[in-house]
T-cell receptor, first 114, second 115 residues
């Protein structure tokens, strides 16, 4: 069966420091991968999605970036964090981009920028 | 314009009763999928139920059913026989075939089940 893992689960970082959140999927090949962010008490905002290695689409201009160095690995990064980057970050995957394919989420990473 | 609208920020329901969580959507795409997710306080997003735009019957999964009214562009979630463990945030979401598989979420409804 397929599983998705992301880490670290919790992170407290000072303003201006770098960020790296990692996500891996097991049990499937060539998945679509997604990074979402959820601010406190709000809905999920799509940040990036990828349909293949090295293929990244950005949804929202920001100081975050994403990379997909391997088929089942998705990394969210920042060179210098802002206070507004605080939130709950969720990695997700689906088999393809078809409208009927369910997207499954990882456990999430809580980021607090201080 | 909002693609997914959930008009109920918070809802209360008595244990063992049924509750309906509202969701309306906006799309011009003929092929789309509608999803409901549950998010407990731990933060994980749990997939509950799916309805395809071409499905003739309403989807059901155990105590969850989706009241799909295509002409009204609504996809309400019905939870029957509420349990204390149903207390959580509930999100409605949509995937459009022509939008690269992106899942767009509503703002969510916080459901509290009272004993």
């Amino acid at each position: 069966s397929q599983t998705i893992h992301q880490w670290p689960a919790t992170l407290v970082q000072p303003v201006g420091s770098p960020l790296s959140l990692e996500c891996t999927v097991e049990g499937t090949s060539n998945p679509n991968l997604y990074w979402y962010r959820q601010a406190a008490g709000r809905g999920l905002q799509l940040l990036f999605y990828s349909v293949g290695i090295g293929q990244i689409s950005s949804e929202v201009p920001q100081n975050l970036s994403a990379s997909r160095p391997q088929d089942r690995q998705f990394i969210l990064s920042s060179k210098k964090l802002l206070l507004s980057d605080s939130g709950f970050y969720l990695c997700a995957w689906s088999t393809t981009g078809g409208s009927g394919n369910t997207i499954y989420f990882g456990e999430g990473s809580w980021l607090t920028v201080v | 314009a909002q693609k997914i609208t959930q008009t109920q920020p918070g809802m209360f329901v008595q244990e063992k009763e049924a509750v309906t969580l509202d969701c309306t959507y906006d799309t011009s795409d003929p092929s789309y999928g509608l999803f409901w997710y549950k998010q407990p306080s731990s933060g994980e997003m749990i997939f509950l139920i799916y309805q395809g735009s071409y499905d003739q019957q309403n989807a059901t999964e155990g105590r969850y059913s989706l009241n799909f009214q295509k002409a009204r562009k609504s996809a309400n979630l019905v939870i029957s026989a509420s349990q204390l463990g149903d207390s959580a945030m509930y999100f409605c979401a949509m995937r459009e075939i022509n939008q690269g598989g992106k899942l767009i979420f509503g703002q969510g409804t916080e459901l509290s089940v009272k004993p």
